[in-house]
Each structure stands twice: as structure tokens, then as C-alpha cells.
């Protein structure tokens, strides 16, 4: 339930602060090069555990309001990915136009820090992109990234992403450089998905 959750949740963040993980499940992640976690939708009541994810993971600050129209929007599709049952991730998308066709276009993504470079982000993306290919029809998929993320950048490029387009002074507040790449990939036929459980 979204208690344990919390719970769960609460227990990574303490455990990142501190710097100390528990021997047995170090032990675990370190022999492994891909955890496999399971997925579960974003729903009313578990939003915030996105935004707690969120807020660990990445630079800008999303409203309540941002996080309520995941969770009722249609349009919109949110996974987050569970190992052991503790959330330790999400993403975010949206199907909207783009190029005269129906495409993904990924708003958010994270992964808590202790639970890195064990590819769950890369099933985050996958399973997105198979759920928007079935049920809404996405063609491909696009993001904007920060010209001076070099990691992300490699990321995506390594999912099949290519550049498309740099897009001058696109951010505005603080964030800087405030380039951005676009980003895209096209997307299988949805026919050759299997459906989300």
C-alpha cells in the first residue's frame, strides 16, 4: 500500500544521506549488471511518491498541479518502477504532435542514485515507449536535453536516439547553458508490442 511505499521510500533516502546501504542488498546490486524491477501506474493516490523521485533526481522543481494532471490525464503516462517493492524510480510522458504525427515526448525520468547504472532506467524507457506505441498510438518519441549533458545525451544515443536539432537559449531562469538538444527516435509498430499487464 502507499504507506509501505513511503516507508520504502523514506528507508533509500536515509540510507543515501548516511552513505550506508544494507551489506545484503549491496551485494546483491553490485554482482548484477540489470536489476529487474516491476512497473506500476501512477494513480491519485501515489503520486507524490514521483515527486519525492523526482525532487532526488533532477535539477527543476515540478508544481502539485503538474503531478495531479499525470495522474488524471489520458494523454499522459507515468510508470514507476519498483525493486523489492520500494519505488526507486519514474517516468513521465505525454502523446502529443510532432512532425505531423502522434509522438512520445518524455517529461521526466529518474532513477534514485543508489539504484544507477543497473539499466532500470533503460526499462523505464522501453516499457513507456511500448505503452505509448499500443495504446496511444506514438509514432516516436522526443525529448529536449541540456546541450552540456554529456551522459544524458549518451544515454539516449545509446536507446537509438539521434540529434535532430539544438535549440538556442530554450531554458529560461538559471539553468545554463540554456541550449537544448532535440532528440528523437521513431517508434515500432505497435502491433509488434506486447501489451502492458
Given at each position: 500500500?502507499?504507506?509501505?511505499?513511503?516507508?520504502?521510500?523514506?528507508?533509500?533516502?536515509?540510507?543515501?544521506?548516511?552513505?550506508?546501504?544494507?551489506?545484503?542488498?549491496?551485494?546483491?546490486?553490485?554482482?548484477?549488471?540489470?536489476?529487474?524491477?516491476?512497473?506500476?501506474?501512477?494513480?491519485?493516490?501515489?503520486?507524490?511518491?514521483?515527486?519525492?523521485?523526482?525532487?532526488?533526481?533532477?535539477?527543476?522543481?515540478?508544481?502539485?498541479?503538474?503531478?495531479?494532471?499525470?495522474?488524471?490525464?489520458?494523454?499522459?503516462?507515468?510508470?514507476?518502477?519498483?525493486?523489492?517493492?520500494?519505488?526507486?524510480?519514474?517516468?513521465?510522458?505525454?502523446?502529443?504532435?510532432?512532425?505531423?504525427?502522434?509522438?512520445?515526448?518524455?517529461?521526466?525520468?529518474?532513477?534514485?542514485?543508489?539504484?544507477?547504472?543497473?539499466?532500470?532506467?533503460?526499462?523505464?524507457?522501453e516499457q513507456s515507449i511500448k505503452e505509448c506505441a499500443i495504446q496511444g498510438g506514438a509514432?516516436?518519441?522526443?525529448?529536449?536535453?541540456?546541450?552540456?549533458?554529456?551522459?544524458?545525451?549518451?544515454?539516449?544515443?545509446?536507446?537509438?536516439?539521434?540529434?535532430?536539432?539544438?535549440?538556442?537559449?530554450?531554458?529560461?531562469g538559471d539553468i545554463t547553458p540554456p541550449h537544448a538538444?532535440?532528440?528523437?527516435?521513431?517508434?515500432?509498430?505497435?502491433?509488434?508490442?506486447?501489451?502492458?499487464?
Amino acid at each position: 500500500g502507499i504507506n509501505a511505499e513511503y516507508m520504502g521510500l523514506e528507508r533509500i533516502q536515509m540510507e543515501e544521506k548516511k552513505g550506508t546501504v544494507n551489506a545484503e542488498e549491496s551485494k546483491v546490486v553490485k554482482k548484477l549488471v540489470e536489476l529487474k524491477v516491476t512497473f506500476g501506474h501512477l494513480t491519485e493516490k501515489n503520486r507524490e511518491i514521483l515527486k519525492v523521485i523526482n525532487k532526488l533526481c533532477l535539477p527543476v522543481t515540478y508544481s502539485p498541479e503538474f503531478y495531479l494532471s499525470l495522474a488524471l490525464n489520458p494523454e499522459k503516462y507515468c510508470i514507476l518502477a519498483y525493486y523489492k517493492e520500494i519505488p526507486i524510480g519514474g517516468i513521465s510522458c505525454k502523446i502529443e504532435e510532432y512532425k505531423g504525427q502522434k509522438s512520445m515526448y518524455i517529461m521526466t525520468i529518474g532513477v534514485l542514485p543508489k539504484y544507477r547504472r543497473y539499466k532500470i532506467a533503460t526499462q523505464l524507457l522501453e516499457q513507456s515507449i511500448k505503452e505509448c506505441a499500443i495504446q496511444g498510438g506514438a509514432k516516436s518519441t522526443h525529448l529536449h536535453v541540456q546541450t552540456s549533458n554529456e551522459s544524458a545525451v549518451r544515454f539516449y544515443e545509446k536507446a537509438n536516439f539521434k540529434i535532430l536539432e539544438k535549440l538556442e537559449n530554450y531554458y529560461t531562469g538559471d539553468i545554463t547553458p540554456p541550449h537544448a538538444y532535440v532528440m528523437v527516435r521513431e517508434v515500432q509498430p505497435s502491433h509488434s508490442y506486447i501489451n502492458f499487464p
